[in-house]
């Protein structure tokens, strides 16, 4: 069985085999380490402090012990106050220094915290912005957020709080047993006897919770994701009446998660009295037997109450342990979560020996080339085209056809599973990503715009720009004159996703981007879609500025866009049926005749 998990197949999942929760948890310890590596002096200091302060704190029972049996009496009988008062002193200066100590483990500790957190966010940011366009199209947007906040806050709360609570318990139970045993081993005696319920106690607690909390991660990603679609769609939801189905499945989901966490709130109030039990029965024995020896003799009071202290000591810091192990494996799941989108390659990765292409004359071919989604149907059976450098190509056909898949492979989102696309003879797996994004630019139908000006979006692609060569860009497709008007001009901040300008103001923007860009190959995946028809009419002129001079693939549905085309392309089934400039194909009798006549139709 293959032990390699991947992040996106087994995100709705918590019943793994053996093999992938072994995988899982090397993934995992790997990314903590790597991680960690980078702050190992720091940890050390951590480490040290935390040793030095929990040694201390484990001095005060002792103290107590020989103040009573020792100091005491030297007062009482001799009336000698020199042991109190060292006993007393050393109490307070144990006690500052205990304080102390942990007042500068606490910032320590936060300052590792913080930075695994800062290289962590960094790294799934980072990551995601590299990962293939497959993998976006397949992992949910709520999902990839779910990553970002829930996840990461529960790794934080991991390691600023369970962490703490961790190592103060382990190393406060371990000196506190050594110091017991020490002390008195007829004690310690009685907590080897108690380990063995506390152990079991333990493991049940241990196994039953990580099955929990894996179950509560997947719960809780699925109802952020329904939460960012259902606020995301709120349009389509509200033109639909889809509210009340909304509502209903929301609430399924956030039963599912009330469940959960009720689960695991069971399995820590089945726990703690368990521990409590156990802690109660020890503390008894210890008196009892030392009571037993105090009438004998054998033992001093103040001794045996040092003893019963260390008793209560070592099962006090289980309850920290046991609180850890709730934290642990909430964080667990979560750390699980991020290493698998971390985990996950591009499926288009950048070439180990890049070619340049400094000024790309714009000649696209494919060749041979078969291409499938994934493990589905072939959508490109062994396809083979030539566009020469200057020629603007319309693609028409039906929807399914092939035509947005064929614009995603020149764009280089997906890569051929057989044969090559190249770029004036170069292979588009071999050319330097720098070059190959300057030099093919695709518009799409969306338009998106970030949040930010109108300049800043017309200069994504070409940030350094100057603001001579935005206006410029945006007056040679037509935009100027409505950016000019809008309340502060090319200052004006368009709000999310481009909500103060229209949707059609939206595509002009895209236009100047693109324009600005200045490709040697430019890609028009239905990007008129958006617009009316005065609108369109509007920018035709402003699609002959863009597209002059340059290698353009038009993807329109509305064949009043393909009329300024050089060349009419008519797909099926992933092939070219007609081939041939637009005023010989509507003079014909194939396909593309048909559609245009069926067009002029409708407009009359």
Do not use: C
């Not at 030095?52 to 002792?62: D, E, I, N, S, Y």
């Not at 500052?96 to 606490?106: K, R, T």
């Not at 689960?263 to 009571?291: D, K, Q």
């Not at 979560?337 to 000649?363: F, I, N, W, Y």
């Amino acid at each position: 069985m293959s032990t390699t998990v991947q992040g996106t197949a087994g995100e709705d999942r918590s019943d793994y085999t053996r093999d992938e929760n072994r995988a899982i948890r090397k993934r995992s310890l790997r990314l903590l380490g790597s991680l960690l590596r980078p702050l190992r002096g720091q940890v050390i200091l951590v480490a040290v402090v935390v040793v030095l302060q929990t040694a201390l704190r484990v001095v005060g029972p002792a103290l107590l012990g020989f103040g009573i049996s020792v100091a005491l009496p030297a007062v009482l009988e001799r009336g000698d106050w020199g042991p109190a008062w060292f006993i007393t002193t050393t109490y307070a200066v144990t006690a500052v220094s205990n304080a102390s100590m942990l007042a500068w483990y606490d910032v320590l500790a936060a300052k590792v915290t913080q930075n695994v957190l800062l290289d962590l966010r960094t790294r799934v940011f980072r990551h995601t912005q590299l990962l293939s366009l497959e993998f976006h199209e397949s992992y949910t947007s709520g999902r990839i957020i779910s990553r970002q906040t829930s996840d990461l806050d529960t790794i934080r709360e991991l390691l600023g709080g369970g962490l703490n609570q961790l190592v103060h318990g382990v190393l406060f139970g371990v000196f506190t047993f050594i110091a017991l045993a020490l002390w008195d081993w007829q004690s310690a005696l009685v907590l080897v006897v108690a380990g063995i319920p506390l152990a079991m106690l333990m493991r049940w607690f241990y196994k039953a919770s990580q099955v929990t909390y894996r179950t509560s991660r997947v719960v809780s990603a699925k109802v952020i994701v329904k939460f960012v679609e259902t606020m995301t769609g709120i349009r389509a939801g509200k033109a639909f009446r889809t509210e009340p189905r909304n509502e209903e499945e929301f609430s399924g989901l956030a039963l599912d998660y009330r469940d959960v966490n009720m689960r695991s709130i069971r399995l820590f109030g089945t726990f703690e009295p368990g521990l409590m039990a156990i802690s109660a029965f020890s503390i008894g024995i210890v008196v009892l037997w030392g009571g037993i020896r105090i009438t004998q003799g054998e033992l001093a009071v103040g001794f045996l109450l040092t003893a019963v202290l260390y008793v209560r000591n070592f099962f006090m810091p289980l309850q920290e342990i046991a609180m850890f192990l709730n934290s642990f494996q909430n964080a667990s799941a979560a750390l699980e979560k991020v290493s698998g989108v971390l985990e996950e390659q591009p499926t288009v990765p950048d070439p180990a020996k890049p070619v340049a292409l400094e000024a790309a004359r714009g000649a696209v071919r494919f060749e041979e080339v078969t291409f499938a989604y994934g493990t589905g149907k072939v959508i490109l059976p062994r396809f083979t085209l030539d566009i020469p450098a200057g020629q603007t190509v319309a693609l028409v056909g039906t929807t399914g056809a092939g035509k947005s898949t064929l614009a995603k492979l020149v764009s280089r989102f997906y890569d051929p599973s057989q044969g090559r696309v190249t770029l004036d003879g170069v292979d588009l797996r071999d050319l330097a990503s720098r070059d190959l994004r300057r030099s093919i630019v695709m518009v799409t139908q969306e338009a998106y715009l970030f949040s930010g000006t109108v300049a800043d979006n017309i200069a994504l692609g070409r940030p350094d720009a100057t603001m001579d060569e935005i206006v410029a860009a945006a007056r040679a497709v037509g935009a100027d004159a409505f950016i000019q008007s809008l309340p502060d001009g090319y200052s004006t901040d368009v709000n999310k996703r481009g909500g103060r300008v229209s949707a059609g103001q939206r595509q002009l923007i895209s236009f100047a981007r693109a324009f600005l860009a200045n490709p040697a190959v430019l890609i028009l995946d239905e990007a008129t879609a958006s617009l009316d028809i005065p609108s369109e009419k509007m920018i035709q002129g402003a699609l002959q500025t863009l597209l002059a001079d340059r290698t353009a693939i038009i993807i329109a549905h509305r064949l009043s866009t393909v009329a300024i085309a050089d060349r009419v392309l008519v797909m099926e089934h992933g092939q070219v049926i007609e081939d041939d400039s637009p005023e010989a194909l509507i003079a014909g009798t194939g396909k593309f005749a048909q559609l245009h006549a069926a067009w002029r139709e409708s407009l009359v």
